[in-house]
T-cell receptor, first 112, second 113 residues
């Protein structure tokens, strides 16, 4: 079946450090891939997405590239800020559905 | 726009009691809502799909008599955990589709003692 695996947290970084959160997936067909972020006390917000191989999603300095050959969608940011502290979820949907398959979430803590 | 309000954000209840969680779309009509739950260190898992005016569709392994879903209006879906037990303690979150995409509520942390 379809699944998403992402690195366990928590990830603790100093401000301005480089961030990578790994995400790999298993899916039949051609899934769309997403990163969602959840700030404390808030709902999940879409951070970025990619709908086909080699697409790069980007937003707020975060980037992720849909790599079909490695079935990965790793999240990166060149210089994190304290305000980036949140839980990040990698997810996929298969064509024609709104049924998301989520990873376990990775908590990021950025220290000043 | 496209805000979903979910209440309560946290609830503690005694074993054997029922708990109702509300998910309300504030500025759009949500014909379809989804309910997810997340156990510690596990993924968010889809529990059921709720369509306005019809019975919810439950995912395999989810007890429909235990997790009652009502979607009686285009702006409100409720999840009632009946006869709650400690193993039902989890994080529950709803989501809804709108014309330009998909939006989530802020989640409910349920603790059954």
């Amino acid at each position: 079946g379809n699944s998403v695996t992402q690195m366990e947290g928590p990830v603790t970084l100093s401000e301005e450090a480089f961030l990578t959160i790994n995400c790999t997936y298993t899916a039949t067909g051609y899934p769309s891939l997403f990163w969602y972020v959840q700030y404390p006390g808030e709902g999940l917000q879409l951070l970025l997405k990619a709908t086909k191989a080699d697409d790069k999603g980007s937003n707020k300095g975060f980037e992720a590239t849909y790599r079909k050959e490695t079935t990965s969608f790793h999240l990166e940011k060149g210089s994190v800020q304290v305000s980036d502290s949140a839980v990040y979820f990698c997810a996929l949907t298969t064509s024609g559905t709104y049924k998301y398959i989520f990873g376990t979430g990775t908590r990021l803590k950025v220290l000043a | 726009g496209a805000v979903v309000s979910q209440h309560p954000s946290r609830v503690i209840c005694k074993s054997g009691t029922s708990v109702k969680i509300e998910c309300r779309s504030l500025d759009f009509q949500a014909t379809t809502m989804f309910w997810y739950r997340q156990f510690p260190k596990q993924s968010l898992m889809l529990m059921a799909t709720s369509n306005e005016g019809s019975k919810a569709t439950y995912e395999q392994g989810v007890e429909k008599d235990k997790f009652l879903i009502n979607h009686a209006s285009l702006t409100l879906s409720t999840l009632t955990v009946t006869s709650a037990h400690p193993e039902d303690s989890s994080f529950y979150i709803c989501s809804a589709t709108f014309e330009r995409g998909y939006t989530f509520g802020s989640g409910t942390r349920l603790t059954v003692v």
